[in-house]
């Protein structure tokens, strides 16, 4: 079964704070995703990688980067978090087949 | 522009009757259809598959449908059961071009009523 991790389940910063997000993945999959889901908005992709030190922006990239050194691990950095980057994200790995695969999510609350 | 439609944001289906979920697309290049099972807390875990060259998926208690002319699919289970109680997602990709990238609906959320 492939294992996608995430750092936390949930966390709490301050607005201005510098955030990361780590993702590891135990496949061996070359593409990576970060997604944001919002109620009433579905998932929004927000950075992909689809090889190590590949980035590629998603539809929402504002005020996120990414970063991506080993095949295994894709952190979202947030440089300086604000009350509107509340919200659920979740990381994601694309194999061979087509189906992608979700971590549990992260609840980051920006106070 | 929202590529990927669900347009009801909520059902409620009695237990042992049959759910139909909606997803309407824009885009005709989409030829890899996912959806998505998504209760709270947790990430979305995959539910069921179709690609274009078929109109119709069946695993189990879940069926997904394809009308590529109407730009349109559904997915139906069949019983419905309370643990289906969920946030469901479709998801629409151009596999063939290799964008590796899925586009994903609004969601529409599932309450099964015992």
């Known amino acids: 079964d492939v294992k996608v991790t995430q750092s936390s389940r949930y966390l709490v910063k301050r607005t201005g704070e510098k955030v990361f997000l780590e993702c590891v993945q135990d496949?061996?999959?070359?593409?990576m995703f970060w997604y944001r889901q919002d109620p009433g908005l579905g998932l929004r992709l927000i950075y992909f990688?689809?090889?190590?030190?590949?980035?590629e922006k998603g539809d929402i990239p504002e005020g996120y980067s990414v970063s991506r050194e080993k095949k295994e691990r894709f952190s979202l950095i947030l440089e300086s978090a604000s009350t509107n980057q509340t919200s659920m994200y979740l990381c994601?790995?694309?194999?061979?087949?087509?189906?992608?695969?979700f971590g549990p999510g992260t609840r980051l609350t920006v106070t | 522009d929202q590529q990927v439609k669900q347009n009801s944001p909520s059902l409620s289906v009695q237990e042992g009757r049959i759910s139909i979920l909606n997803c309407d697309y824009t885009?005709?290049?989409?030829?890899?259809f996912l959806w998505y099972k998504k209760y709270p807390a947790e990430g979305p875990t995959f539910l069921i598959s179709?690609?274009?060259?078929?109109d119709k998926n069946e695993d189990g208690r879940f069926t997904v449908f394809l009308n590529k002319s109407a730009k349109h699919l559904s997915l139906h289970i069949v019983p419905s059961q309370p643990g289906d109680s969920a946030v469901y997602f479709c998801?629409?990709?151009?596999?063939?071009?290799?964008?590796?990238?899925?586009?994903f609906g609004t969601g529409t959320r599932l309450k099964v009523l015992a």
């Open positions: 990688s689809y090889d190590v030190k590949m980035k």
């Open positions: 179709i690609s274009s060259i078929k």
């Open positions: 994601a790995t694309w194999g061979n087949s087509y189906e992608q695969y």
């Open positions: 496949m061996d999959h070359e593409n």
């Open positions: 998801a629409a990709s151009d596999v063939t071009s290799g964008t590796y990238k899925y586009i």
């Open positions: 885009n005709s290049m989409f030829d890899y």
